[in-house]
C-alpha cells in the first residue's frame, strides 16, 4: 500500500495529533522517520518532560530502528482513540496535502483515485471520484471534459472544508 508523504510541516499547520495518530501515520509510510522526530522535538521544546518524547527527539539518522518502539511507547500513553477517527484524519491530511501539491502531480485525480482504494474506499470522498457514478441532479453528458473535472475538484475542496471542520470541532 503506497501512500503520499506528508511533512510534519503540512500536519502541525492543519492540526494537532496524538502519538497514537503519528504511529498509525507512520506505520502506513504516510509520515516518515524524520516527521516523528520533528513531532518529538516541538513537544520537547514545548516544555515536555516525558523521558519517552526526550529520547526520541534525540535520535539520529544512526538510530532509526528504535523509532517504532519509543513511538509505540509513546502511544500506549496517548488516550484512546477510535481508529475510524485516526483514520479519518489521515484521509482528510492526506487529500489536503495532494489539494494543496496538485499543480506537483500530472494527474492529481489520478492520484485521488488511488488515495480512495488505499483507504479502503471511504464513501465521503466519492463525489470526487471521476469513475464513481453521479449522485446528484448533475449530468456529465452536457457538459465538457474541463467543466466536468472543475466539479471534480469543487467536491474535493468541499469535502476539505467539511472535513476540516468536523475534526476541528471533534465531530468526525
Do not use: C
Not at 35 to 53: F, K, M
Not at 74 to 82: M, T
Not at 85 to 113: G, H, Q
Not at 124 to 130: G, K
Amino acid at each position: 500500500m503506497l501512500f503520499l508523504k506528508i511533512p510534519y510541516s503540512f500536519v502541525h499547520k492543519h492540526l494537532v495529533i496524538t502519538w497514537r495518530e503519528a504511529l498509525w501515520g507512520y506505520e502506513h509510510q504516510i509520515f516518515g522517520w524524520i516527521d516523528i522526530l520533528d513531532l518529538a522535538i516541538e513537544r520537547v521544546r514545548s516544555g515536555s518532560n516525558n523521558q519517552l518524547e526526550i529520547e526520541l527527539a534525540s535520535l539520529t539518522k544512526m538510530d532509526t530502528q528504535r523509532i517504532g518502539e519509543l513511538l509505540r511507547g509513546l502511544a500506549l500513553f496517548s488516550p484512546d482513540e477510535n481508529n475510524i477517527l485516526i483514520v479519518k484524519k489521515w484521509l482528510y491530511l492526506t487529500l489536503a496535502w495532494l489539494f494543496e501539491n496538485k499543480e506537483s502531480f500530472d494527474d492529481p485525480l489520478s492520484e485521488v483515485e488511488i488515495i480512495y482504494s488505499n483507504f479502503d474506499y471511504p464513501r465521503e470522498i466519492e463525489s470526487f471520484i471521476r469513475y464513481m457514478p453521479v449522485t446528484d441532479d448533475y449530468d456529465p453528458s452536457l457538459h465538457t471534459k474541463n467543466e466536468n473535472e472543475n466539479r471534480l475538484f469543487e467536491n474535493w475542496k468541499r469535502y476539505l472544508d467539511i472535513a476540516q471542520n468536523a475534526i476541528n470541532s471533534g465531530s468526525q
